[in-house]
């Protein structure tokens, strides 16, 4: 026992130093701790600023609840889209029109034929003859492309011009 106690009051002044510069990393850890607790305090105050005391959880359960309704509101807003897409696709979209002189004792370009089609290429196409003595209109259905009546060179040609036209 006396040995150690020698030992103690030589190393002494040792064990002291040692002391001081463990007390001295000590109080450098325990500033860097209080900044990073003040850092973490002001982020959580950020966190929860605007919510007048209400708890945290509820905030985070009632944005939820808006991020499902808005997920619903755009469900709704596809289905609507849809909708209306697939009616535009049955609206005419494509328009071609041939003048033409349809006798060759009448003077200027006065007979037409105009092409009407949807998307999927359904429509009609209406053909209008100038002749000196008479006029006649007519309308010849067509169903994907095609017609089952017989078409005319000009009817031909305004047909596949509508129908190579793009949307």
Known sequence: MQNISNLLNNLQLYIVIGLVILVIILLIMNVIIFKSLNRLE???????RGSSGKN???LIVKYFDKVNDAQKESENVKKMYDNLNSK??????????????????????????????????????IT?????????????????????YELSQEEKQVLNECINKGI
């Open 42 to 48: 002001r982020k959580y105050k950020k966190l929860v």
């Open 56 to 58: 945290l959880e509820d």
């Open 88 to 125: 535009i696709k049955r609206c005419i979209q494509k328009i071609s029109i041939v003048r033409y002189r349809a006798f060759e004792d009448v003077g200027s370009d006065l007979s037409f034929s105009i092409a009407l089609l949807d998307a999927n290429n359904d429509g009609v196409i």
């Open 128 to 148: 209008g003859i100038y002749g000196r003595d008479e006029s006649t209109t007519y309308a010849k259905p067509i169903d994907s492309g095609m017609s089952r």
